[in-house]
């Protein structure tokens, strides 16, 4: 069982940063790869980062790519979104997950998500 618990969202300006983190419980945490999804008001859920369990692969979206760094820190059980250069377009709840699939397939287990809002 994993327990997940995001913060750090809030209101930014375009071109701004934001940094979210992601406190877990559980012991199956430092074994497993780790993620974030967002999820933008009438839209899917969609994939946007991911770790592997030791932190030496990462995965991201398209439109994250070069503006977005995932990290972790095992002997804290936390997960991070470092967030550059926002756009309104990031503006969503973002949470956290246990990765099942290598690297966007999610597993059962979420938070209850922070908002990110990015004004225009």
């Known amino acids: 069982q994993v327990q997940l618990v995001e913060s750090g969202g809030g209101l930014v300006q375009a071109g701004g940063s934001l940094r979210l983190s992601c406190a877990a419980s559980?012991?199956?945490?430092?074994?497993?790869?780790m993620g974030w999804f967002r999820q933008a008001p009438g839209k899917e859920r969609e994939f946007v980062a991911a770790?592997?369990?030791?932190?030496?692969?990462?995965s991201y979206a398209d439109s994250v790519k070069g503006r977005f760094t995932i990290s972790r820190d095992n002997a804290k059980n936390m997960l991070y979104l470092e967030m550059n250069s926002l756009k309104h377009e990031d503006t969503a709840v973002y949470y956290c997950?246990?990765?099942?699939?290598?690297?966007?397939?999610?597993?059962?287990?979420w938070g209850q998500g922070t908002q990110v809002t990015v004004s225009s």
């Open positions: 997950t246990v990765v099942d699939r290598w690297p966007s397939l999610p597993s059962e287990y």
């Open positions: 770790i592997s369990w030791r932190g030496g692969l990462t």
């Open positions: 559980g012991r199956t945490f430092s074994s497993r790869a």
